[in-house]
């Protein structure tokens, strides 16, 4: 048994019971007197609430401590002086066989050493002078039990009569009044246990009645359940998986967006076989003024002009040329340099970007046209070829 960390500090009142001479009697003559004791305090303190006392025995007696009302422990000392005056003298327990003692202070809660509660302080201590005090038949009240029941009803004044004072063996004086049995304010008292024992046993099967009735579940319908809790859960992760697809925007981010050099594709004439048809051509790919005279004459195939246009064309940018057509080709226009554009950050736009194929205009035509007369082995006029320089650049 572990020592007590703490004590909580407690107003109690007392009720101090001494069997006079006890210790004078036979063994069997103590073990009556016990008994018939017993049987009268059961009796006593039927009529209350079980949690309002604590009875612990003495040995040579008892002592009943009352934790709520002060009422009690002055009901119980006249219910008991009933019980044993009822008798004739040759009973177990006369009165004249008891010494009563009755008080109320202050005193701490400790557990004793078989772990019950018991109390400790001024309060248990004058309780026992008290009983130690009074004459064999008698009971003594202290100065504070009679001052808490003259204050909380002028009937039980008549029950009290001043003693004088007396000194213990401490040589600590204590002012004492003598309690004495009227049926009366007895009768009250009962009254009181009485009503105040319903009313706890109201409170009690109120008490219950407005605690939640739990039902017990089944196990089957513990296995059903979790079925049923993982489906949910799945339909859960699928409306959330869902949503988050809804709410990403598609298409890549709008720092990826690159701005592409889109080239005018060049006609051909009507009557090009479409085998022979030109590749496409942009106004850009024209030969400058200082290429003019290279129109002139007509190149061969293993010309640098020739090799330089076959490595810059590429698939991905326009069809092969025919044999025939690079064999006779007077004139090859080098494809234009790809622009290269740096990929710069641009705000998200509201609306697609719409990429606008330019409109081929005449001059396009007409310059086709006469790189195809060029192409095919064809002479230029001198008005088609200042034509070429002029409009063609």
């Known amino acids: 048994m572990s020592a007590p960390q703490y004590a909580p500090t407690q107003l109690v009142s007392f009720l101090f019971i001494d069997l006079v001479a006890y210790s004078k009697e036979s063994t069997t003559g103590q073990f009556k007197i016990k008994a018939a004791l017993i049987t009268h305090l059961n009796a006593v303190l039927a009529p209350l609430p079980a949690s309002s006392f604590r009875i612990r025995d003495t040995g040579d007696g008892a002592v009943v401590a009352f934790l709520n009302n002060p009422q009690h422990p002055l009901y119980a000392a006249l219910a008991l002086w009933q019980a044993c005056t009822a008798g004739d003298e040759a009973a177990p327990l006369p009165f004249k066989r008891l010494r009563l003692g009755l008080h109320t202070g202050v005193v701490k809660e400790v557990p004793d050493v078989e772990g019950r509660a018991n109390y400790v302080g001024d309060g248990i201590n004058s309780a ?51 309690v004495h049995f009227e049926q009366a304010a007895f009768d009250k008292l009962v009254q009181e246990a009485q009503q105040e024992l319903a009313h706890a046993a109201w409170a009690d099967s109120a008490a219950k009645s407005t605690l939640p009735k739990l039902k017990s579940v089944p196990k089957s319908a513990g296995l059903a359940i979790k079925p049923i809790a993982l489906l949910a859960s799945l339909l859960l992760l699928g409306v959330l998986t869902l ?151």
């Open 128 to 178: 026992k002078r008290e009983q130690d005090l009074a004459n064999p038949g008698q009971m003594l009240a202290s100065r504070n039990f009679f001052d808490a029941m003259s204050h909380l009803d002028a009937d039980y004044l008549r029950l009290f009569e001043p003693a004088g004072a007396g000194d213990d063996k401490h040589g600590r004086s204590h002012e004492l009044y003598a």
């Open 243 to 393: 949503f988050w697809f809804l709410s990403t925007p598609s298409g890549p981010p709008a720092e990826m967006l690159i701005l592409q050099r889109v080239t005018p594709a060049a006609t051909t004439s009507a009557a090009a076989a479409p085998a022979a048809s030109v590749p496409t051509t942009s106004r850009d790919s024209v030969p400058s003024a200082s290429n003019a005279a290279s129109v002139a004459s007509p190149a061969t195939p293993d010309t640098p002009a020739v090799a330089a246009v076959n490595q810059s064309l590429s698939p991905a940018a326009a069809p092969a040329l025919p044999a025939k057509v690079a064999q006779s080709a007077a004139v090859r226009v080098p494809a234009a340099a790809p622009v290269i554009v740096k990929a710069q950050p641009i705000p998200a736009l509201k609306e697609p970007v719409v990429q606008v194929r330019p409109k081929v205009s005449d001059f396009s035509v007409r310059c086709s046209r006469l790189l195809e007369k060029v192409s095919t082995g064809e002479p230029l006029s001198s008005s088609e070829q200042q034509e070429m320089v002029s409009k063609c650049q």
